[in-house]
Structure formats: structure tokens, C-alpha cells
């Protein structure tokens, strides 16, 4: 019991430490040594050996896509590549359509590879000079923003390059395309929801009377920099907020075809490399020591959006050769807002890692193993509990899957589940309660369309809760009666 006990002290403290604006990259070996102290473990040896190696496995498998996925929306930004397509959804979709064009707009950038927050900082404006002109309330912003950023094409799209698509590949053998058929259902079920209940938060504004409101946005540079936006802001995604402002601008954007090129790279070289180069690679040597003795199953995942991102980085750079006036500012400030979010996230890993290996784990595992329904119920409950209190949906699965991936792998060979089944299940069911009001990127959401909790946070529920739970029952009960498709 007291094992136990040292466990839940120790996860209270990160969490409300890390509320606080505290960084967990203090917080969480803190939060690890109690919860080991309290069941009289090695605590040094936890430290260097138990937190440490987990962490630094997180960051060898997982920290390329950090780095890429940085400096590509980095780069999509400064060129104002990002801006030119939030730009041609304004003129296509135009005022009428404002929550749609937003939504659109949100979803094709992130879809391609560009950093949620990179998204929150252009988007952010473009919402504002649309929800005015429509005179639609102010606080439905984020909820808009949020439906198109944060829902389907983080978790649910095939090929996703988000890396909480990526997470569960080392742990299943799968691809970033895992269950394709079953993650175009689950986006269905989350954009038409999410849309249902914007249209029908507009509806009742409008019957009101309550139209934009004043006000006027939030300065996004100094959003960036709030010290408590950015430690909570940096466990929740892969780009460090303060890196936004920083940079060399370009004056015009490029044309929309353009600005569309290097998305489109990154989802055709993903497939391709997942479908048709990686699988006819002679890999045996990666049994060797020398490479960790793993299998492509294990990597290839990872391969394919490693060499996705990287081919939509010169195809920036290509396209857009004198829009940078120093291109080494944005290179620098990209790759640099790369390190917080990564080194964060590895920490929170750590933390599960002691966790898991302390004796009174047995009981929190034998009780989610316990979860009626099957080895699906119990992943998708595990990964949105573990979300939940850490605030992040990639740092949750991570724990899950490093504590029960194998469990569940080996429940699956033996109920005949596809491991692709798995990973969708775990990534839906980790961006669910991960928009809990103390996640990162809810707050920094909030902070840059210039709304309160109060104000703003019930429809971003609805959208990216809500709306996420509905997809993850539907996509868990189709996968029990027709497998993965």
C-alpha cells in the first residue's frame, strides 16, 4: 500500500507543479525519486538507470521527427507558405463559411506536417478577421481552430506525420497508414460532430443577438513568451512556443500552388516510402548489435516520416529560394524549437518508466488489464487516463505503451487482432482527455484568440472530447466485429 501511495503522491505532484507552470524537466525525476523513496527503492539508481534510459530511448526512436517537424513548420511559416493557404481558404470559403474555411484551413496545414502551434499563430489572426466579418462570437474561435488542428488530422487521418501517429510504430510493427479505413471513419465521425455543434453554437448566438463581441486579440509574441503557456505548452506538442516570433519573415507570401507543394510532398513520400520503398529493402543487417539488434517493423515507421518531413524541407527551400533573406535565422529557430518540446516529453517517459518498474505497479496494471471489453477497451482507457494527467497525448501513450505495449501485442497475436488495430486505438484514444483544461495547447489556444476557460473551453470540449470519444467507441466497435480495414 504504501508503494501505491508513493505512486499517486508523486504523479499529484507533477501534476500540480506542472499546472503551475513549473518544468517538468525538473518535475518529473522529482516526481519519479518520491514515488520511489515511498516504496524504499534505489533511488539514484532509478535516476540515472531507470528515468535515464527510458528518456533516452524515447529521444533516439522519436526525436528526428521533433527536429524535422520543427523546422518544417518553422520554415512553412517564415515563407509565408502557411499564411498563403489560410489566404486562399478566406477567399474560397469567404465569411459565409467562416467556421468551415477555418476548420479547412487548420486541417490541411497540419495534415501536411506544419507544428500545431506554428498553426494556433496564423491561424489565430485569420479566424478573427473571418468570425468579425461574419459577426460570430468571438469564443467559438478556439473551438474552431482546435476542430481543425487537433482532432482528426493528429489522430484518426491515415499517414498522419503527427507524432502521436508515430509513437505506437516501435511498439506494433506498424506504419504511419495503420487501419486507414477505420481512421477515414473515425475523421468522418469527428469533423462532422464537431461541425454539428459549431454550426449549432452559431445558431443559438444568433437567436441571442450575440455577435463578435469586443476586444481585440491577444498579442500571439507575447503568448509565445509566457513562461507558463510555454512549459505547459511544450509537453503537449513539438514545438517550443517562444521560437514563433523569431526568425526572418518573408514580406509576400508565395502563390497558393506553392504553399500546397511541400504538404503534398510529405504525404506522397510518406506513402510511398511506407507501401512501396521501405518493403523491398534488404534489412536483415539491423539484427546485427551494431544497430541495436531491432527490425525494419520497428523503424520503418519512423524511416518513412524522418524521410517525408525531410523531402518537404527542400521542397520549401526549393520553391521559395528568395523569400529568406538569411535562411540559417528560420533554420536556427526551427531546429531550436525543436529541443524543449522533445527533452519535456522524454521526461515525462522517464517518469512512467520508474513507475513501471516499482513493485505496487502490479496492481495498477492488473487493474487495467481487468477493464472489461477486451484488450482494445483497456488501451483506449489506459492511454486516456494517462493523457489526462499528464496533459500530454504524447507523453500518456508513451508511458502506456512502454509499461503495456507488449501485453497488449501478445493479447492481440492471441484474440487475432491486428497490431494496426492497436495503433489507431491508442492514438485516438490518447487525443482525447489529453484537451483536459491544464493541457498545453488548450492554454496557449486561449491565450492567442484572447477567450478565458470560461468563456471559450466548454466548445473546445464538445469538438475535441466529445466528438474524439464518439470516434474512438465507433472505431473500437467496428474493429471488433470486422477486424482492421
Not at 518520491?34 to 535515464?52: D, I, K, N, R, Y
Not at 484551413?105 to 496564423?122: C, D, E, N, P
Not at 533573406?325 to 518508466?353: E, K, M, Q, W, Y
Amino acid at each position: 500500500m504504501l508503494g501505491l501511495a508513493g505512486i499517486l503522491v508523486g504523479l499529484a505532484l507533477l501534476i500540480a507543479f506542472a499546472y503551475r507552470g513549473w518544468s517538468v524537466l525538473l518535475l518529473a525525476p522529482l516526481a519519479a525519486l518520491v514515488a520511489a523513496a515511498f516504496a524504499s527503492e534505489p533511488l539514484l539508481a532509478h535516476w540515472t538507470q531507470t528515468f535515464m534510459g527510458s528518456a533516452s530511448r524515447f529521444l533516439m526512436q522519436f526525436f528526428p521527427i521533433f527536429l524535422l517537424g520543427a523546422l518544417f513548420g518553422k520554415l512553412m511559416e517564415d515563407t509565408g507558405s502557411v499564411g498563403a493557404i489560410a489566404e486562399a481558404m478566406t477567399r474560397t470559403l469567404g465569411p459565409r463559411r467562416a467556421v468551415m474555411a477555418v476548420v479547412v484551413a487548420g486541417a490541411i496545414v497540419t495534415y501536411g506536417g506544419v507544428s500545431l502551434f506554428v498553426a494556433f499563430f496564423v491561424l489565430a489572426p485569420m479566424a478573427e478577421a473571418l468570425f468579425r466579418a461574419a459577426d460570430i462570437p468571438r469564443r467559438l474561435m478556439p473551438a474552431a481552430i482546435a476542430l481543425g488542428t487537433s482532432t482528426f488530422t493528429m489522430s484518426a487521418l491515415p499517414g498522419t506525420p503527427a507524432i502521436q501517429n508515430a509513437i505506437p510504430m516501435p511498439f506494433f510493427g506498424t506504419t504511419p497508414f495503420a487501419a486507414p479505413g477505420l481512421g477515414i471513419v473515425a475523421a468522418i465521425i469527428m469533423l462532422g460532430f464537431g461541425l454539428g455543434w459549431l454550426a449549432l453554437a452559431e445558431q443559438r448566438a444568433r437567436r441571442r443577438g450575440e455577435g463578435f463581441g469586443p476586444g481585440l486579440m491577444a498579442d500571439v509574441a507575447g503568448a509565445a513568451a509566457d513562461d507558463t503557456v510555454r512549459e505547459r505548452a511544450t509537453v503537449a506538442q513539438s514545438f517550443d512556443p517562444v521560437e514563433a516570433p523569431r526568425g526572418d519573415r518573408a514580406v509576400a507570401g508565395p502563390p497558393a500552388a506553392v504553399a500546397f507543394a511541400p504538404l503534398v510532398v510529405v504525404v506522397a513520400v510518406n506513402l510511398v516510402m511506407s507501401l512501396l520503398v521501405l518493403p523491398r529493402l534488404d534489412t536483415a543487417f539491423l539484427a546485427e548489435p551494431r544497430w541495436g539488434e531491432t527490425s525494419l517493423a520497428a523503424v520503418g515507421g519512423v524511416w518513412s516520416v524522418v524521410v517525408a518531413l525531410a523531402a518537404a524541407i527542400v521542397t520549401v527551400l526549393v520553391l521559395n529560394p528568395k523569400r529568406l533573406a538569411t535562411p540559417r535565422t528560420s533554420i536556427d529557430a526551427g531546429v531550436n524549437a525543436s529541443v524543449l518540446p522533445a527533452v519535456s516529453v522524454a521526461s515525462l517517459v522517464g517518469f512512467g518508466a520508474v513507475v513501471a518498474a516499482l513493485p505496487a505497479f502490479a496492481v495498477v496494471r492488473d487493474w487495467v488489464l481487468s477493464i472489461g471489453g477486451g484488450p482494445l477497451v483497456s488501451l483506449a482507457v489506459s492511454t486516456n487516463i494517462l493523457a489526462a494527467l499528464t496533459g500530454s497525448a504524447s507523453g500518456g501513450m508513451t508511458i502506456a505503451l512502454d509499461a503495456l505495449g507488449a501485453i497488449y501485442l501478445g493479447l492481440a497475436a492471441v484474440q487475432g487482432i491486428d497490431p494496426a488495430l492497436l495503433h489507431r486505438v491508442a492514438v485516438i484514444g490518447a487525443g482525447t482527455l489529453d484537451s483536459l483544461p491544464h493541457n498545453g495547447a488548450v492554454v496557449t489556444l486561449l491565450a492567442v484568440c484572447g477567450t478565458t476557460h470560461r468563456e471559450g473551453y466548454l466548445d473546445i470540449v464538445m469538438v475535441a472530447i466529445v466528438g474524439a470519444i464518439v470516434a474512438l467507441a465507433a472505431v473500437i466497435g467496428l474493429g471488433t466485429v470486422f477486424g482492421s480495414f
